[in-house]
């Protein structure tokens, strides 16, 4: 389920019929299917040939308010795509994925490693795309307009429950944020029933949990899209906004050397199955007892074989950081350890990421953590460094899962140049 696309149950959230005309959507407009030579209308809401359906021929031409005719959540093809409604600009939206053979739609994001390297590739430039879309050029885009998000969360969180919950409402929609003790989640209801209770009432559900059983579960039975938040074996949000940082600090991606300073952990393994896909280089640096899952290290060392890059495994932190462009490490105590506190800060001594660390590194060494920071993990001397990126990399954390929700969601593709990997 997490590889394709979700079957969709009659009556859920992603089952429609096609509506009769009138207003808000004009005839032969909305879900269906627009043929022909020309399709145009000026009713008010989406206009004609843009919605749900696929619109074909000659032209699409609307002068309706809110979206622009030929951009709407269909598929606009033929001789020309033309608009002059308000709200988003003409042949500026919807249509299909550009330049890259890339299609995301109905997709769960369980682990990277479900994702080809175009496929990663095609969710940075989205994110770069609606970054300076919306952030830099201030424009509106409402490409959630009308959906739901439920997300739950069994675990507290800053960066992912501000960064889902306001890009989704900045695209338009409407997310729920759901804990433990606001739903009956494997206690007085199962996940199973959780999942397909969810389904028909969002378009999709952002989980973050201890066990990662879970999300395999709920993407079996749902019938939308799983976005993972957080799981002990995976964080793939997290590392999609470290590559989008990188990407826009050193202009590219492929050749990098990273370095992981710390434990073995979920952060540590979205990277070990997805890096080699972008070209770059990992040297990891863990306590004795603390490495990476062993089949999370064989994935990582088949890729690094497929793609033709390198792969170290030490007990040296400055083995590790040997001409290392970035220096990368993490909480040393995760949330669900804290009774190996004790133990586990004793083992990582000699692991404190500090500007000593640094001089083994590459001139042009950057920071990342992806926070919350403790000292005892990387001194105040690095962390706000001017090295350190980790405040920019905690904001791309909004732009990567906006990313992701509209290319799960939609059929927008970026308009903007394709950034280089």
Not at 45 to 70: N, Q
Not at 345 to 352: E, I, S
């Amino acid at each position: 389920m997490a590889a394709g696309r979700k079957p969709r149950r009659a009556g859920g959230a992603g089952a429609r019929a096609a509506p009769p005309g009138g207003k808000g959507l004009a005839p032969g407009s909305g879900y269906g299917i627009a043929t022909g030579w020309a399709v145009l209308g000026a009713e008010k809401g989406l206009a004609p040939g843009c919605g749900y359906g696929i619109a074909t021929g000659w032209a699409v031409l609307g002068i309706g308010k809110g979206l622009a005719p030929g951009c709407g959540y269909g598929i606009a093809t033929g001789s020309a795509v033309l608009g002059i409604g308000k709200g988003l600009a003409p042949g500026c939206g919807y249509g299909t994925p550009a330049q890259m053979n890339v299609d995301l739609k109905g997709r769960d994001l369980l682990t990277l490693q479900n994702y080809t390297a175009d496929e990663l590739k095609y969710l940075l430039w989205m994110a770069s795309d609606l970054k300076q879309r919306i952030k830099h050029k201030g424009e509106y885009l409402p490409l959630m307009e009308g959906k739901s998000l439920a997300m739950i969360f069994e675990k507290r969180s800053t960066r992912t429950r501000l960064s889902a919950e306001t890009g989704f409402a900045l695209l338009g929609g409407h997310a729920s944020f759901l804990t433990t003790q606001d739903i009956h989640l494997g206690t007085n209801e199962s996940l199973t029933d959780t999942a397909r209770v969810l389904s028909s009432m969002t378009n999709a559900i952002l989980a973050r949990v201890y066990n990662h059983n879970d999300l395999d579960l709920m993407a079996k039975e749902a019938t939308v899209p799983i976005i993972n938040g957080l799981s002990d074996l995976y964080h793939p949000l997290q590392i999609l906004a470290d590559y989008l940082t990188l990407q826009e600090h050193y202009g590219g991606l492929q050749g990098l050397t990273m370095a992981w300073i710390g434990d073995g952990n979920n952060v540590l393994h979205s990277f070990m199955v997805s890096a080699a896909k972008l070209g770059m280089h990992l040297r990891i640096a863990t306590p004795r007892g603390f490495e990476p899952d062993l089949r999370i290290t064989k994935i990582s060392e088949q890729n690094s074989k497929e793609y033709g890059t390198k792969l170290l495994l030490t007990t040296d932190p400055l083995e590790a950081a040997d001409s290392a462009n970035v220096l990368v490490t993490d909480t040393w105590i995760s949330m669900g350890q804290e009774e190996e506190k004790k133990e586990r800060l004793k083992a990582f001594q000699g692991y404190q990421i500090t500007m000593q660390t640094a001089k083994s590194a590459a001139s042009n060494w950057t920071f990342l953590h992806c926070l919350p920071r403790k000292p005892e993990e990387v001194d105040d001397e690095v962390f706000y460094s001017p090295q350190s990126l980790v405040f920019q990399e905690a904001e791309n954390r909004k732009w990567t899962i906006m990313a992701v929700m509209v290319s799960l969601l939609t059929d927008y593709s970026p308009q903007l140049q394709k950034p280089t990997f």
